[in-house]
């Protein structure tokens, strides 16, 4: 299985007035990518902060862009995403509280949780979501592999813009995968940087942000750096449940 993994899109993001054009080249410039490859993804995974605005018409310019793929696309929101918005366009048969959804893609399930907290920079999986995933990871079998999916990572990533609003409350999650052997990673965006890391024994892989890139203070005293490619990830799980991550930059 081939998962292709993007984050942070922001599509509306203004940068020196430009309307957001920018935004769009380069999420542009990643899909084209991903759409010419001569192989196939078996599924792709947008990691929240589609919109920079949380406003309708990102969400119509990201959904005709992501809507074109010859790929599956799932998605969850990110705290720059809002939800009356985000549902308009990527609806998931709620009305309001978090935008939890599970798909089976190739064999696989994924878990796509909302880490958002509506106003707020940092994440948070509240009790409801808990609860959810906790279903839905009781419902796959063992044999079967399982992706736990969202926008906050829940561990420190030694850069302080990003730890100082990453996801909080993690010792609940911890314990949930404790109990759900089948969870062969956790996947997530938010920090602009590609990391790789563990947590609850698993590994938690970031990608990298599509609009821009957070440096770590060892690179330079500018948090946003805008020069940057835009990048992505490559998850692929192998026969024997290895996960070998390849990041790409453009």
């Known amino acids: ?7 942070d899109l922001h599509f509306g993001h203004d940068l020196d007035g430009d309307g957001g054009a920018r935004a769009t080249r380069r999420a542009h410039q990643v899909l084209d990518y991903l759409e010419r490859l001569p192989g196939e993804v078996d599924v792709l995974l947008v990691t929240g902060d589609i919109a920079d605005h949380g406003l309708p ?3 119509f310019e990201a959904a005709r862009l992501l809507g074109a793929s010859r790929f599956p696309v799932l ?29 089976r893609v190739a064999g696989a399930t994924f878990a796509m949780c909302d880490s958002s ?21 009781s419902a796959v079998p063992r044999e079967e592999p399982a992706f736990v999916c969202f926008h906050h990572p829940p561990v420190r990533l030694e850069v302080p813009f ?12 911890a314990e949930l995968l ?28 970031v990608a990298p942000g599509v ?3 957070i440096v770590p203070p060892l690179e330079s005293d500018t948090i946003v ?3 940057l490619p835009p990048g992505f990830a490559f998850h692929v799980l192998t026969d024997d449940r290895r996960l070998v991550t390849h990041f790409r930059s453009l």
């Open 178 to 205: 404790g109990r759900h052997q089948q969870v062969v990673a956790v996947l997530c965006g938010h920090a602009h940087t590609a990391a790789a890391t563990t947590f609850a024994g698993r590994p938690l892989l």
């Open 117 to 137: 907290i509506p106003g707020r920079a940092d994440g948070l999986l509240d009790e409801e979501t808990i609860g959810w995933l906790d279903e839905v990871l």
């Open 1 to 7: 299985m081939i998962i292709g993994h993007v984050s």
């Open 57 to 59: 018409a990102e969400y």
């Open 75 to 103: 998605t969850c929101p990110g705290n720059h995403d809002e939800r009356s918005a985000y549902r308009a366009v990527f609806p998931d048969g709620r009305a309001d509280g978090p935008v939890n959804q599970v798909h």
């Open 225 to 227: 750096d805008y020069r």
């Open 162 to 173: 990003v730890d100082d609003i990453r996801q909080f409350g993690e010792e609940r999650l």
């Open 211 to 213: 609009v821009s890139t």
